[in-house]
């Protein structure tokens, strides 16, 4: 039952994703208060206090507290993003067992404290879990949000951006699919300033090939940044905020998320990354947009190599 009047954020996993996240929200004042849990509870004291420092200088009053599950009760938004990361060669999906285990305790405890409200799943393999605390929770789909291709999205336009000399908020392209290896650009409605991506192409054929080799470098970012530091977090954690915002705020935006598919895309029974209309109520609704015959067949690969994962734990849910 909700006690406390304002906007309420659990983060659950304060590594570097989640301490980036905390961050990134204090800097924004999107929240009231914003509670930490973690198994290192040292740590997370630390950042209590050193975060309750930066809100000084932040855009509004904002409580930053170290908690416990039972601080989930009231809250309107758990956020995730505790567990295994990977280690430099390894991809998402090699995390999948080490961090099942993990979630069902997480999401166990978190239940167990009354939560009713939205979960927003951070931790790879991010689709496979956030499938995993649907399941787990017992909320509907709309409540339970996997961050999905949000952060590919983000490099994808970032890179054409740079190519095309043009803000990347006026790039309008898509990632979708598997948050992963599989994962597909939307070429047939990507568009810079308004004009699209394959007509640009058509007019000068050089930028075709320079295009592709964007979207290979977006898809294997994440590789080069954990070989150069080990772990990447910053992207994501704006990312993260960017849907904790469209959500608290009721705002009807469509953002690349890990959404639940039921028939959309002609599918069911998946978490996958797909353009979706994010508000109070969490996932409002899927965002179909007409895929063309190559990115049809992309993405039905892409939902094969999430149901193959995610099949063999169907007896545990
Ligand atoms: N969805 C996305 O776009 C991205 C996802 N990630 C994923 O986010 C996850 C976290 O990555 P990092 O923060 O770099 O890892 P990290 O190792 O820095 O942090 C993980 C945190 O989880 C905590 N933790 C582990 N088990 C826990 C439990 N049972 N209860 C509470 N806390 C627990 C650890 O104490 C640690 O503080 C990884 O799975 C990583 O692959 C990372 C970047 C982007
Ligand atoms: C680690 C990860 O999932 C990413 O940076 O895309």
Not at 212 to 222: C, G, K, L, S
Not at 258 to 281: F, M
């Amino acid at each position: 039952m909700k006690q406390f009047k304002g906007k309420k954020v659990v983060l659950v996993g304060n590594g570097a994703v989640g301490s980036s996240y905390a961050f990134s929200m204090i800097n924004q004042g999107i929240c009231d208060e914003f509670v930490i849990i973690d198994l290192d509870k040292k740590k997370v004291n630390g950042d209590v206090m050193d975060l309750n420092h930066g809100t000084v200088y932040g855009p509004s009053p904002i409580k930053v507290k170290a908690g416990e599950y039972k601080d989930c009760n009231d809250a309107d938004l758990v956020v995730i993003c505790a567990g295994a990361a990977q280690k430099p060669g390894e991809t998402r999906l090699d995390l999948v067992a080490k961090n099942m285990k993990i979630f069902k305790s997480i999401v166990d405890e978190i239940m167990r404290s009354g939560f009713d409200g939205i979960f927003l799943i951070a931790t790879n393999p991010v689709d496979v879990l956030t499938y995993a605390t649907m399941k787990f929770s017992g909320l509907p789909k709309e409540r339970v949000i996997g961050s999905g291709t949000i952060l590919d999205t983000a490099r994808f336009r970032y890179l054409l951006s740079e190519e095309f000399d043009v803000a990347p908020q006026s790039v309008h392209a898509n990632i979708i699919g598997e948050h992963g290896d599989s994962e597909l650009p939307v070429w047939s409605h990507a568009n810079i300033a308004g004009k699209p991506l394959r007509s640009i192409i058509e007019q000068d054929d050089s930028r075709k090939h320079r295009v592709e080799e964007i979207f290979v470098q977006t898809r294997d970012a994440a590789y080069e940044i954990i070989e150069a530091k080990g772990a990447t977090y910053y992207g994501v954690a704006m990312g993260l905020m960017r849907i904790t915002k469209a959500i608290l705020n009721n705002q009807d935006v469509v953002l690349t998320v890990s959404a639940y598919l039921e028939g959309e895309y002609g599918h069911e029974g998946v978490y996958i990354g797909v353009p979706a209309l994010i508000n109070r109520s969490g996932i409002k609704e899927v965002i179909e947009i007409p895929l063309d015959e190559e990115e049809t067949s992309l993405f039905n690969h892409s939902v094969k190599v999430l149901k193959d994962i995610q099949d063999p734990f169907e007896k545990e849910f």
